[in-house]
């Protein structure tokens, strides 16, 4: 079965930082390029950042930028997202997933094997 988890997310106070993880399984990381996303309550999911297969090219959202950062350690089949100086705004459940391409619209309907997702709460 071919699944990804993420990991990682909890209650933060704002400023603080968070590092997710998504872990795959079932199919090998080195093949995609990952992507993550966010959906707020009453929102439409959105695009956060993504990183091509060999992790040389990155994307992000205008939102996040300069505060997170996406890696990726393929020997571990993992990808993930530090999230640096954190808003309220950034509250949402977290989500990974795959796609041949790391395109800068980061459009999450154009990704596969969507996990379960990691709820992110920034809140004093």
């Known amino acids: 079965q071919l699944q990804v988890v993420e990991s990682g997310g909890g209650l933060v106070q704002p400023g603080g930082s968070l590092r997710l993880s998504c872990a795959a399984s079932g199919f090998t990381l080195n093949y995609y390029a990952m992507g993550w996303f966010r959906q707020a309550p009453g929102k439409e999911r959105e695009g956060v950042s993504c990183?091509?297969?060999?992790?040389?090219?990155?994307n992000y959202a205008d939102s996040v930028k300069g505060r997170f950062t996406i890696s990726r350690d393929n020997a571990k089949n993992t990808v993930y997202l530090q999230m640096n100086s954190l808003k309220p705004e950034d509250t949402a459940v977290y989500y990974c997933?795959?796609?041949?391409?790391?395109?800068?619209?980061?459009?999450?309907?154009?990704?596969?094997?969507w996990g379960q997702g990691t709820q992110v709460t920034v809140s004093s």
């Open positions: 997933a795959a796609d041949l391409r790391c395109s800068s619209d980061i459009d999450p309907r154009e990704y596969d094997y």
């Open positions: 990183i091509s297969s060999s992790g040389g090219s990155t």
